[in-house]
């Protein structure tokens, strides 16, 4: 069981949070484990819900639900990843606007720019 207080604009609301683990009854162990669990809904869940709005899907077939949960991270991920200094919604904008934006988004590599260089020089010189 997990305990919070949060306040926020002057109010302060208690929550209780139960859990199912099989992990030792250690405080310090369950923390760390509940911690994590909230760091992963914090970083990833809302980041989906602002950026794709996940929570207002009206999808309710659950292969195509999945689906589209799998196309999302793959897309969230990939705009993460892009060094543009933009956040990821106006990411999204940009290549939807942008097709050069978008091919890059979607073909590029965008943690070896040295590779892209080489391979380029490469097919300059076999053409």
């Not at 760390?32 to 899907?57: I, K, P």
């Not at 705009?79 to 919604?89: E, H, S, V, Y």
């Amino acid at each position: 069981m997990v305990e919070s207080t949060r306040e926020l604009n002057g109010t302060a609301t208690q929550e209780t949070r139960f859990y199912i683990v099989s992990i030792g009854p250690e405080a310090e162990t369950f923390a760390c484990a509940a911690r994590s669990h909230w760091t992963v809904e914090n970083q990833l869940h809302w980041s989906l819900d602002v950026a794709f709005r996940e929570d207002d899907s009206r999808v309710r077939e659950p292969v195509a639900r999945e689906n589209l949960a799998v196309l999302r991270h793959i897309a969230l991920n990939r705009l993460k990843n892009d060094p543009t200094k933009l956040g990821i919604q106006n990411k999204r904008l940009k290549a939807g606007w942008d097709e050069r934006y978008l091919a890059k988004l979607l073909f590029e590599d965008p943690e070896s720019p040295s590779k892209r260089k080489a391979s380029a020089s490469a097919n300059i010189r076999a053409g």
